[in-house]
């Protein structure tokens, strides 16, 4: 698939712009601050219904402005589809597909697939589970709304039980009316610990075979999912609906829910030992490229297509080993590159965007042919 063209209006530093891609490679180029990212976080909301850097939408309007609105249009193998999604101070966030507005969120994953990698994402390995969370959490949304709906229901029952933990005290009330509350809770985590591993499961050959590839086989890795034990949704509910009852004591004295999904994590062990503690800063950077190379392998596949690939301010970091890896993954497909600059020039036709106080402007360079 590939992004033909993206419409802002009153996004970030961008006043109105259409700025049209090139079905290969784009290379994105542009001083600091003058609106790269902003370019690619508009493409990227059209694929995981939010941005990839921040939390709050508001960030995403125009200084000073009530309005603003991102749109994309992306070339399928079954036909061309556009995504838009405005967000306004009264009427707040909305999708539309094709010009027709989605009655929930988790309708458009799938449209827009893409892989986006950023010198954030070193935080995947190096800092909370959070982080490794949200990862998985918004890998698997991307390729299963019913998922992201799993979730929001989790989050849902979630916030119900740690309602009652905080305001009901009496005890044998408490116990009488939690049980239901675990039931549900329980119920829905199963199916999304069951759905988390099994995508762990699919990423962590192609991870572990790119690593060994990248550092000439010496090192070894293997991505692990902690959490509740159990092969079926049912046995791992059961492990859930186990735990809850165990530490109900101990959410009392805390007044929320110690244990379930949102607690767990991904382990990435470095020849045996956690990367998180003992990798060194190199390894870890390789792991997360790692893990950006499985993901692509892992949603071709999912897809049937090529996702997108987005390099936010990270290829140039990377050295020619390493950029000749990932090139050589994208193969056929479209890439949006960013950076200050690009020392790398692709050996075929490319797209070159440049960026000025948000205003873009676009040249094709072709490949030179030597003349025999
Ligand atoms: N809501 C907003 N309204 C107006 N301007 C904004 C808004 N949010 C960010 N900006 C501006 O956008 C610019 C940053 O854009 P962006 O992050 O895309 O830069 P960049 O070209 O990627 O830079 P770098 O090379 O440093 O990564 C800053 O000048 C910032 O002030
Ligand atoms: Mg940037």
Redesign the pocket.
């Known amino acids: 698939m590939q992004v033909k063209w993206v419409k802002l209006k009153?996004?970030?530093?961008y006043n109105e712009a259409v700025v049209e891609f090139s079905p290969r490679i784009n290379l994105?180029s542009?001083?600091?601050?003058?609106?790269?990212?902003?370019?690619?976080?508009a493409v990227m909301l059209n694929a995981l219904s939010k941005s990839p850097?921040t939390a709050h939408d508001?960030?995403?309007?125009?200084?000073?402005?009530t309005h603003?609105e991102a749109e994309v249009c992306v070339s399928r193998n079954y036909g061309d589809v556009t995504i838009k999604c405005v967000i306004d101070s009264e009427c707040g966030k909305k999708f539309f597909i094709n010009s027709n507005e989605v009655k929930k969120v988790s309708d458009i994953f799938g449209s827009l697939v893409a892989v986006y990698f950023s010198p954030n994402d070193l935080k995947i390995v190096s800092e909370s589970p959070a982080e490794r969370r949200d990862f998985m959490d918004t890998d698997i949304s991307q390729l299963s709304g019913s998922y992201y709906n799993l979730l929001q229901r989790y989050n849902k029952i979630l916030f119900q039980r740690n309602r009652l933990l905080k305001t009901v005290h009496d005890k044998t009330l408490l116990a009488d009316q939690i049980d239901i509350w675990n039931e549900q809770l329980a119920s829905v985590a199963g199916y999304i610990v069951k759905t988390r591993k099994n995508f762990i499961e699919k990423l962590k050959e192609p991870a572990k075979a790119t690593m060994k590839y990248m550092t000439k086989e010496a090192d070894n890795l293997d991505i692990i999912y902690v959490g509740a034990q159990g092969e079926t949704a049912e046995e791992i509910k059961a492990e859930i609906l186990k735990s809850l009852k165990f530490n109900f004591e101990k959410d009392i004295e805390l007044g929320y829910t110690s244990v379930g999904p949102h607690r767990d994590d991904i382990k990435f062990a470095l020849n045996g030992k956690d990367a998180k503690v003992f990798a060194s800063q190199g390894q870890q950077r390789s792991i997360v490229l790692a893990l950006k190379l499985a993901e692509i392998e892992v949603f071709e596949k999912e897809i049937g297509e090529k996702p997108i690939l987005v390099l936010?301010?990270v290829f140039s970091e990377l050295d020619s080993s390493r950029q000749k890896k990932l090139y050589d993954k994208f193969e056929g497909g479209q890439v949006l590159m960013?950076?200050?600059m690009f020392r790398f020039k692709p050996a075929e036709d490319y797209l070159a965007l440049t960026?000025k106080?948000?205003v873009v402007k676009s040249k094709i360079t072709q490949k030179k042919v030597k003349n025999s």
């Open positions: 009153n996004f970030r530093n994105i542009g001083q600091n601050g003058q609106g790269k990212t902003n370019l690619v976080e850097r508001e960030d995403l309007k125009m200084q000073g402005e603003t936010d301010d960013t950076g200050t960026v106080n948000g």
